[in-house]
């Protein structure tokens, strides 16, 4: 993914917290983080929006500014206040307060020491400067590398019986959220020493658009290698959507293991 | 766009001293108030301004509970530590299998080293009812 943003403005009110964790947890998810990480960025979110109504508004009137740049192996966070609550807090005196109620053991006080405790505890560094809307803006900065779920790998499997033969067992369908995993499949079906293959269905109940496109994809790369492909154990409704679009015009469809090592070999 | 939390309370049969609560939802400062008008009442009870004398034993069951926030932590400290100046306990049922994402927080703020905690009602139970037993 190259450099995208996204900006929202929030009413400076808690009762919207909701909307941004929401907002923290829709976005992550399509970018494939886990869901371990998830809900940890959503409650790093959480806090520098409690912090942001709270030291640096007045009320509902008042906004907060809430910015997110998706680069390539992170996502950045940007959050704003217009500097208007009662208690001027400037970035220096925040810093200060994060710095030591995050070394003061107390658990119950909690306004620095969430945030900083939280922040720098899961998010791999934060700055906090002046905001051109008039208060303090807080950047957090979150490496994705390490917090996505890696892409699924075909599962080839060489059987004994048949060993230039690669079955690939489609576990799960795959939706438009898993363009690596495609990428996977494909490299992987590129890379491989075997030129017949078997796709194995039986796992999947229905398929989208999507896998429907990755099947002629996959098939096109066969076919360059000189090689060929069977489907086995697909269900009526899913040989009724590849019939539909002609698949099953171009790969041929049987039963199982034992017919699809017949039609491979050409016996 | 409001933070939903239910709360849900019952006792322990023939060990009237036990109050369990079971959150659902989530809770942050905007639903805070309403959780703690709930909790605070096994302290001191609203009516009388008193110590409340039945209650001793206070169960928080966070496994159905999907997020807190650092105000929910700071809350649930003071309530410990208000719970222990007035001879009662506080301990806590969260899961780490069933529910990592509480887990996490109330590791990463260090509330599991100073509250008791279970995986399951029955474990926390168990012990409370041994506790009662040893104290008769």
Do not use: C
Not at chain 1, 170 to 195: C, G, M, N, P, Y
Not at chain 1, 244 to 256: A, K, M, W
Not at chain 2, 86 to 108: A, C, F, Q, R, Y
């Amino acid at each position: 993914m190259t450099s995208e943003q996204i900006r929202i403005v929030i009413p400076s009110d808690l009762r919207f917290s909701n909307t941004i964790r929401n907002f923290v947890g829709d976005l992550l998810k399509v970018l494939d983080v886990q869901e371990l990480w998830v809900n940890r960025m959503i409650l790093v979110m959480d806090e520098l929006f409690m912090n942001a109504v709270k030291y640096g508004s007045s009320g509902i009137q008042d906004n907060v500014y809430v910015t997110v740049d998706l680069l390539e192996n992170e996502v950045v966070f940007y959050i704003e206040d217009m500097g208007t609550g009662i208690k001027k807090v400037d970035p220096e005196d925040l810093h200060q307060i994060i710095g030591v109620n995050r070394d003061d053991p107390s658990l119950a006080k909690t306004s620095g020491r969430g945030l900083s405790m939280i922040v720098s505890n899961w998010t791999n560094g934060y700055n906090i400067e002046k905001s051109e809307k008039g208060g303090i803006k807080i950047t957090v900065r979150k490496q994705l590398e390490d917090i996505v779920e890696k892409p699924k790998s075909m599962e080839q499997v060489t059987l004994e019986s048949m060993p230039d033969v690669a079955v690939v067992n489609f576990s799960e369908k795959f939706d438009v959220h898993d363009s690596e995993r495609e990428k996977t499949l494909i490299r992987d079906v590129e890379e491989s020493d075997k030129a017949m293959f078997i796709f194995d269905l039986h796992h999947l109940d229905y398929v989208n658009s999507v896998f429907i496109g990755l099947l002629a994809k996959l098939f096109n790369i066969i076919s360059k290698k000189q090689g060929r492909v069977v489907i086995i154990n697909i269900s009526d409704t899913i040989k009724d959507a590849l019939k539909l679009v002609g698949l099953t015009d171009i790969i041929p469809v049987v039963q199982n293991l034992e017919e699809a090592r017949h039609a491979l070999s050409g016996v | 766009m409001a933070t939903v939390v239910t709360t849900e309370v019952f006792g322990i049969e023939n060990y009237p001293s036990v109050k369990v609560v079971v959150f659902r939802g989530q809770i942050d400062e905007s639903n805070l108030p309403e959780v703690s008008k709930v909790l605070d009442a096994f302290v001191i009870d609203p009516a009388t301004k008193q110590i409340n004398q039945e209650t001793k034993y206070i169960v928080l069951n966070f496994n159905e509970l999907s997020f807190i926030n650092s105000k929910v932590i700071g809350y649930l400290a003071s309530l410990y530590s208000t719970a222990s100046e007035h001879g009662k306990k506080l301990l806590i049922i969260v899961d780490p299998k069933e529910n990592e994402t509480i887990t996490d927080i109330l590791s990463l703020v260090g509330l599991t080293t100073i509250i008791d905690h279970y995986p399951n009602l029955e474990e926390a139970i168990e012990v409370v009812k041994t506790d009662i037993e040893q104290d008769k």
